[in-house]
């Protein structure tokens, strides 16, 4: 079945309030659903109720308290349609359902892990709790009551604020909260068990005193700090950056261990993955540390954008999601190094969204269908929308794009609104037509953006000729020209930047160029000599650019430009061509040459000490496999790949050796261990060094060295890894996995981290090592963290490995599949889509991927989840 937005309309009844009762039990808890509804204005008075279920056996249904004969109402698992209600003025409905924590593998829903209850509501697993219009536009407050045992519960939370509790019966007790803001079902949150809590306050702008708990198991408490600090951190930065303030006396946080997501935002009730929790130097990366940070704001700032105002309906996902991953993306680079958060996030678009917008699981930022909404919480939904949302800022600069926020949140404040909605408060507060560029909801592709500029000296003018081609996607064949907005620098031989007397052809506001034409010239005058083009500095635009551009002016640029970010990129835009050269040179049976002015630029920047370590670090971690891959477009053979980049990165380190040998020597912090940007920016620069030391000395001794005197597990993390990937069958290798196996065999994340960085060693062999680690005593199927690890990591991760020409990758992730689909579809679904860009390999490793993709299509009992994704994949 699909759901189409053409056939959007609201409900027949409206809610007025909800107040939900729950009897815990582990296989069987009770809830008891009081719901108040009238029928809205001008709706037929035949008109029956139509309730969402999944999974559903009704147990008791009273009207105004009650029963209701069975010839009025219609149950069955999906749904519940009652029928010859009030014509007018409100009804109370109590809907008596039982439903199996224990037993609920799917982690939607109520369920249970580790002993601990709790829920998973977003998008749709509320109607698996009780038969409720579960759909984001029907909002209601909600009173909570839980009753549970209280030796092994002695915790009961939900949204709100906290009424009071006390005993029940036979070792029970009961606990009641309250949330005043009317919400959605999919923020409904329920928590019963028994956890460590840490505590904090906060005192709002406006003087409002929260409490801040966050609830882990008892004994992890400790790692729970950074997460506190970071959500005090994200609280006044949301205040003094968009005046947005919270609004209930409580903030709770709780980390769980078996989670599809990475945490969720539930109205003062957030759930999280404790992956995005537990930190400390011992246990967590920097990159760990940076993506608490991050999380933890995100799902904070959902509770403006989001919960006071959420989506009408789950095609407006990306007006939660990606002004929401906007505001975690500022947020973060005002924490640490504003280019560096750039270059990163530019990086992730680019390996996983625009994979995603060039294959058969393209769709627009705001769908006009789906099948399966679980599958549509996408990098194009997120991280794609945040980009729609950067875009706007950069064309109505900081002050509209203030005013356009700021009317959003006052005009849309306790909505369920739509992508027009949002677009128009920009455009109501500016005056300006938003159009065009509305065209970046609805338009899926990445666009090719083709380039060249012509200097005359003549006349002193700059000449740039523009061409912008969207390409066809599913159901998109032919695309209208869009609003591109270009952020773009002139520099001079000098290194200063060039500023024109006049420009004509299009406007040009500032720094930034707005491309709005299929074909369009700007011309500069007043230059006095030619100048080297940058263009879409700080990735104004998430598009393709074709500009070819000499290795000087590369270099220029990446001496130069002022954006730091434009110098990372003229900086890959260097290396990409040598490693693409590279792939096909050793396809061809000759030697790889790696241009001399790459190498010496990079060993420059390596070796300046004007640049911050984290940016030096960011530049000599070259473009990736699938970045290469991508590059490519087709026919691509990951052996050759690998063994181009390869070839590359030792011509690198041969000539950068003394280099690399004195920043691994230099750059260590000094003091005791600080997670901060700077530090960790010193252990990046520090152990990209140590990477590069490997490909010149062809020995494991100097890696193993690094991992005994590790003290903090990015360092040993960095060292396993290079043991492993470089060294695999060396004793040092198994030395090593077996010492950080015993060590940290109590902590299921740093497990992880082994099960990750073993199904990601490069080559066919790979494969072996995998299935066995499946069936190590350590490897726990039901949890989504370990899965991801292990097959996740080997199929998203892993590009010889995984795509091994023998397609036994392909089939080996079949079969995981067909085994994980049954118990828990979205994470099925979910590690499906690593085959997204099966259609770009050779055509040998395409076939066998097509054969992985029919078995799964031939299984007559697939999820609606990955039934959705495999026919999409057979099909684009
Ligand atoms: N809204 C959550 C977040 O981005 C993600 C929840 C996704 N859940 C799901 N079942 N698809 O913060
Ligand atoms: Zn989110």
Known sequence: KIVELAHYRPTDFVLERVDLTFEIDPTNTKVDARLIFHRRDGVDAAAPLVLDGDELTLSGLLLDQNE??????????????IRDLPESGPFEITVTTFINPQANSQLMGLYRTNGIYCTQCEAEGFRRITYFPDRPDVLAPYTITIIADKAANPLLLSNGNYLGGGNYDEGRHFAAWFDPHPKPSYLFALVAGDLGVVEDSFTTMSGRDVALKIYVEHGKEPRAAFAMDALKRSMKWDEERFGREYDLDIFMVVAVSDFNMGAMENKGLNVFNDKYVLADPDTATDQDYANIEAIIAHEYFHNWTGNRITCRDWFQLSLKEGLTVYRDHEFSADMRSRPVKRIAEVRHLKSEQFPEDAGPLAHPVRPTKYREINNFYTTTIYEKGSEVIRMIATLLGADDFKKGLDLYFERHDGDAATVEDFV??????????????????????????????????????????????????????????????????????????????????????????????????????????????????????????????????????????????????????????????????LQDGKTV???????????????????????????????????????????????????????????????????????????????????????????????????????????????????????????????????????????????????????????????????????????????????????????????????????????????????????????????????????????????????????????????????ALLTIDRSATLSNDVRDIVERMLKG
Request: aromatic share 8%.
């Open 424 to 585: 128009k408060c920009f455009e109501d507060a500016t005056g300006r037509d938003l159009s065009q560029f509305s065209l970046w909801y609805h338009q899926a592709g990445t666009p090719l953006v083709t380039a060249s500029g012509a200097y005359d000296a003549t006349t002193a003018t700059f000449t740039l000729s523009l061409e912008q081609m969207v390409p066809a996607t599913p159901g998109q064949p032919s695309k209208e020209p869009m609003h591109i907005p270009l952020s773009f620098a002139l520099i001079l031989a000098d290194g200063t930047v060039a500023t024109a007397t006049g420009v004509t052809g299009g406007e040009v506001t500032g720094e930034v160029l707005h491309l709005t034409e299929r074909n369009q010239t700007f011309t500069f005058t007043g230059i006095a000599s030619r100048p080297v083009l940058s263009l879409n500095r700080s990735f104004s635009a998430p598009i393709n650019l074709h500009l070819d551009q000499s290795p000087d002016d590369l270099a220029h640029i990446a001496r130069h430009d002022p954006d730091l970010f434009a110098r990372w990129q003229a900086l890959t835009d260097l290396a990409l061509p040598s490693l693409i050269q590279a792939t096909r040179d």
């Open 593 to 851: 040459e790696t241009p001399s002015a790459l190498i010496t630029a990079l060993i420059e920047t390596a070796d300046d000490e004007s640049l911050e370590p984290a940016f030096r670090a960011q530049v000599l971690t070259l473009p990736s496999e699938a970045d290469i891959a991508r590059e490519l477009g087709r026919n691509n053979d990951p052996d050759a790949i690998h063994a181009g980049r390869t070839s590359v990165l030792a011509a690198i380190a041969e000539a950068g050796v003394s280099t690399f040998q004195s920043l691994f020597q230099t750059m260590r912090p000094d003091g005791a261990f600080s997670p901060d940007a700077q530090d960790a920016g010193k252990r990046a620069l520090r152990n990209i060094a140590l990477s590069y030391l490997t490909y010149a000395e062809q020995s494991p001794a100097p890696v193993a060295e690094a991992f005994s005197d590790a003290d903090n597990m990015t360092d040993l993390l960095q060292a396993l890894t290079l043991l492993a990937h470089r060294f695999p069958d060396s004793g040092e290798t198994e030395g090593a996995l077996g010492a950080f196996l015993t060590r940290f065999d109590a902590n299921p994340l740093v497990i992880d981290k082994w099960f990750a960085v073993q199904a990601t060693i490069p080559g066919a062999a790979t494969l072996d090592r995998v299935n066995a680690l499946m069936n190590d005593p350590h490897f726990t199927p039901g949890n989504p963290n370990r899965v991801r690890a292990l097959v996740g990591s080997f199929a998203f991760s892993n590009p010889t490995g995984f795509n091994r020409a023998d397609g036994a990758g392909y089939r080996f992730l079949a079969s995981q599949i067909l085994q994980i689909d049954p118990k828990n579809p979205q994470l099925a679904a979910r590690l499906l889509t690593s085959m997204r860009s099966w259609r770009s390999l050779e055509p040998q490793r395409a076939d066998h991927a097509r054969s």
């Open 68 to 81: 209701v004969p069975a010839s009025q109402y219609t149950a069955t698992a999906q749904s519940l349609t």
